[in-house]
């Protein structure tokens, strides 16, 4: 199983900062199969970042997504009030599939 | 709308039974595969189940092999659940999400662009 570890566990800024979040894999992901994910209380997971760069429907601008191999990042270029959250990334590559443990994006 | 509502969830015994109901609006529901996810208080989230639009495959975590099995209705675009022998360690928010797909090119695409708010599923004496 490939185990994805998140850092930092929280991350506390002030809106309009940036936000870079790190995973790690503990096994070379091939290809492109890396996605990022927006988790808030009571609310539906929000698909943010699939093929490690490409952003889904509807993301703004300000969240891009980099890597490759075992080391992947998602940026959030401003923080918006409504970007505080927590941030999972998984990779899809091997089986099983694999989420990290998340990394909480908290207001200064 | 395009939304899934996940249902079903709540208290239940050591080695009891639930099932989890989801209902899919604003897309061709037949034509996606759907998952189930989980995410047990204060961990990350699980992969537990994934069914393909025609119901002839399915697949399964070996946390839950043998034990939960996952089914969809077409005709009245849900899909379900259900978990037998529950255990403790199946306390958990349940999430019901649709696979990003490939028209017909892949199986699956083995990540997740549409969820639904979560059911709370409960295992305690």
């Excluded at chain 1, 490690?52 to 918006?80: H, K, M, Q, Y």
């Excluded at chain 2, 537990?48 to 946390?63: E, L």
């Excluded at chain 2, 379900?80 to 928010?93: C, G």
Aim: aromatic residues 12%; charged residues 15%.
């Amino acid at each position: 199983e490939n185990v994805l570890t998140q850092s930092p566990g929280t991350l506390s800024l002030s809106p309009g900062e940036r936000a870079t979040l790190s995973c790690r894999a503990s096994q070379t992901v091939s290809s492109t199969f890396f996605a990022w994910y927006q988790l808030k209380p009571g609310q539906a997971p929000r698909l943010l970042i699939h093929g490690v760069s490409s952003r889904a429907t509807g993301i703004p601008d300000r969240f891009s997504g980099s890597g490759s191999a075992t080391d992947f990042t998602l940026t959030i270029s401003r923080l918006e009030p409504e970007d505080f959250a927590v941030y999972y990334c998984q990779q899809y590559a091997g089986s099983p599939l694999t989420f990290g443990g998340g990394t909480k994006v908290e207001i200064k | 709308e395009l939304q899934l509502v996940d249902s079903g969830g709540g208290l239940v015994q050591p080695g009891g039974s639930l099932r989890l109901s989801c209902a899919a609006s604003g897309f061709t529901f037949k034509t996606y595969g759907m998952h189930w996810i989980r995410q047990a208080p204060g961990k990350g989230l699980e992969w537990i189940s994934y069914i393909n639009g025609t119901a002839n495959i399915k697949y399964y975590a070996d946390s839950v092999k043998g034990r939960f099995s996952i089914s969809r209705d077409n005709a009245k675009n849900s899909m379900y659940l259900q978990m037998n022998s529950l255990r403790a360690e199946d306390t958990a928010v349940y999430y019901c999400a649709r696979d990003f797909g490939c028209g017909g090119a892949c199986e699956a695409n083995w990540f997740f662009d549409l969820w639904g708010r979560g059911t709370l599923v409960t295992v305690s004496s």
